[in-house]
């Protein structure tokens, strides 16, 4: 499985699970030839350059993962698709929008339709507001709906992501929560202005093993049933098996494998992504069969 | 004799305002001199504040609250100022999980290592800047760092290389028991591999007695000989590593390692355990993982199981206990 941007560029065929879908049309993201340098501080001027010539096409309602270690590239990836850094050459298109080039009211329609999920779902939350606040605040800043139907949509919203009875979490301060639940009110309100495409940045990475499941099965889940695109980072090789069917991986900013998830982890080619799964600790690596019981 | 034998551990939170917190119960275990011994859990099961327990780290509004540690035959628990800081000189250290946030900022590698030279210095040691030098370019040699690093700020180093530093720090006293507090947790996959293998090596080599704290049962089942699962403030099972991925006694632990999975596979099962552990505030009737149990029964909602011994180690399980009596009675 060797990088071919040209095969890339092309999109994909949509044989993605998309029945159940709402009608809205989801628009590819298409990530072309992208570059980013930054420019380092001090008396010696050099550059760095986090991503290098990057290019790929999320089709409508399909999952990508884009794995690497620390210092790949990834999240300034993410930053330049979400539109707060903006690529030093090359071009991110979403449907028509082309998103280097969006300036304040455009870049706002489009953060509605592309929403981020985090890493650290203790920063990402204000402490001091309510899950109904937060939950509801997009409802009614991006959607416009009145205080009265923003209350409805949270419940709705709640249930969506498991925080169920909603009006038993509605309530709660996030200091009041489990990790796991902290988790599914951002990306409650992540889906809460209805975006095409969400980018989760290692969304279960600061969970309990124990937790992380039933948030990969929620994003899973969210996919299929809302038909809405996903672009999920990490480093956590399970994770991405779980979520994505194609898979990208990132070395020094540059891609070195791809191809489709599970192809590609059974039959990695390239060093990095060799390095990367054994780095993998499962219990299971030591023997050849899980356990009897 | 064993280097630690506690007994009777509880750690109690006790905030100005609010409800105390029961954070650890009733724990009782012995380290042999020499053994790398794991301590797994989910967040909040208080093995953290084992560890800080354990090294007597703990800070109000934690306290202990009874309960005997011996490190070397003496009782450290009660240990206050001096005589305290005498064990921590000859005895123990810990590797916080923010260690890499724990260095000083403003000042080099090679004054983190002279500062604890000279705050810990026997009588008769060479004190000098140069001797200090060789001794801190030996501790980072031994973590794979190179001697270069001395001059370095911690600022300049990446989050593995700090984690590596903090480590050659805790080494710096030739400690005989070190707690790993969730030591990679903030490192990336590769970066974590690697330093597991650097304290594995180095407990391999230098044989002090070791507890890596860690809530990824996968980490310390490949780190470790001994593994202890804790659940709800309270040891669950305690078990050797290799026996206990073949055969997990109790349920929790069944439950943590089927949250894992091979991503080569072919088809992925992939557990979660519902709901979430108990509110340590409240008194808990019975076994604290009863009401995420798939295997509770009526006694386990009533009584709190003993750690009894099954196997080649102990579990706190009514079920799983009485099991194996049953096939005792059996087997003549």
């Given amino acids: ?293 | 004799m064993a280097l630690l034998e506690a007994e009777g551990v509880n750690v109690v939170y006790e905030p100005n305002r609010g409800q105390k917190i029961w954070s650890v119960r009733d724990v009782d275990l012995t380290l042999e001199q020499g053994e790398f011994v794991g301590l797994v859990g989910e967040s909040g099961c208080g093995k953290s504040t084992l560890g800080f327990a354990l090294t007597r780290m703990l800070r109000p509004p934690a306290h202990l609250e009874g309960g005997v540690i011996a490190f070397d035959g003496e009782d450290i628990a009660t240990l206050e100022g001096e005589p305290l800081r005498r064990q921590r000189r000859n005895g123990f250290a810990i590797v916080l999980q923010s260690g890499m946030n724990a260095l000083n900022p403003v000042r080099d590698i090679r004054h983190h290592f002279a500062d604890i030279f000279r705050a810990h210095a026997r009588g008769g040691e060479d004190l000098a800047s140069k001797a200090l030098s060789v001794r801190g370019a030996a501790l980072l040699e031994s973590v794979q760092l190179d001697p270069g690093v001395l001059d370095s700020f911690p600022h300049e180093l990446s989050g593995g290389m700090r984690q590596r530093v903090s480590i050659a720090l805790a080494l710096a006293l030739q400690p005989r028991l070190i707690v790993f507090d969730e030591p990679t947790t903030a490192l990336d996959v590769i970066v974590q591999g690697a330093v597991i293998k650097t304290i594995k090596d180095l407990q391999a080599e230098k044989s002090f007695t070791a507890i890596l704290i860690s809530h990824d049962l996968g980490v310390v089942l490949d780190a470790t000989g001994r593994v202890m699962v804790m659940y709800a403030g309270r040891i669950v099972e305690d078990q050797p590593s290799k026996e206990l991925l073949r055969g997990p006694h109790h349920p929790y632990t069944e439950a943590l390692l089927g949250c894992y999975a091979d991503p080569r596979a072919d088809e992925i099962h992939l557990g979660g355990i519902a709901g979430s552990p108990p509110d340590l505030s409240l008194p808990q009737a019975g076994c604290s993982f009863a009401p995420r149990c798939p295997l509770a029964e009526d006694i386990c909602r009533e009584v709190d199981p003993e750690l009894t011994a099954l196997g080649s180690g102990t579990v706190a399980c009514h079920v799983r206990a009485r099991e194996s009596n049953a096939e005792t009675k059996v087997r003549p």
């Fill in chain 1, 1 to 293: 499985m060797t990088a071919d941007p040209a095969a890339s560029q092309a999109p994909a065929p949509v044989d993605i699970r998309q029945s159940g879908a709402p009608s809205r049309a989801v628009p590819p993201l298409v990530v072309d030839s992208v570059t980013k340098t930054y420019a380092t501080r001090g008396r010696r001027r050099n550059t760095v350059t986090a991503v290098d010539d990057v290019s790929f096409t999320i089709a409508p309602g399909a999952a990508m993962a884009l794995v690497g270690a620390s210092g790949s590239g990834k999240s300034t990836l993410a930053k330049m698709i979400t539109g707060s850094e903006r690529p030093s050459r090359g071009s991110i298109r979403f449907g028509d929008t082309a998103v280097e080039r969006l300036r304040a009211g455009g870049l706002r329609e489009y953060h509605r339709r592309v929403q981020m999920v985090f890493q650290d779902p203790y920063g990402a939350l204000n402490p001091l507001h309510t899950v109904e606040y937060t939950v509801s605040r997009p409802c009614q800043n991006f959607l416009g709906l009145s205080a009265a139907k923003a209350h409805d949509r949270v419940d709705e919203l709640l249930e969506t992501v498991g925080l169920t009875p909603p009006d038993q979490f509605a309530a709660k301060l996030p200091h009041q929560l489990s990790g796991g639940q902290r988790q599914r009110v951002v990306i409650a309100r992540a889906l809460a202005c209805e975006p095409d495409l969400i980018v989760a940045d290692e969304p279960v990475s600061m969970l309990d093993v124990s937790m992380r499941a039933g948030i990969l099965r929620l994003l899973a889940k969210l996919r299929e049933e809302r038909g809405l695109s996903l672009l999920y980072i990490t480093h956590d090789l399970l994770g991405a098996r779980v979520v994505t069917d194609e898979i990208l991986v990132l070395n020094h900013g540059r891609v070195v494998e791809r191809g489709h998830t599970k192809h590609v982890l059974q039959h990695p080619e390239d060093d990095y992504t060799i390095k990367l799964l054994d780095a993998v600790a499962t219990p299971y690596a030591a023997q050849e069969s899980p356990p009897a019981r």
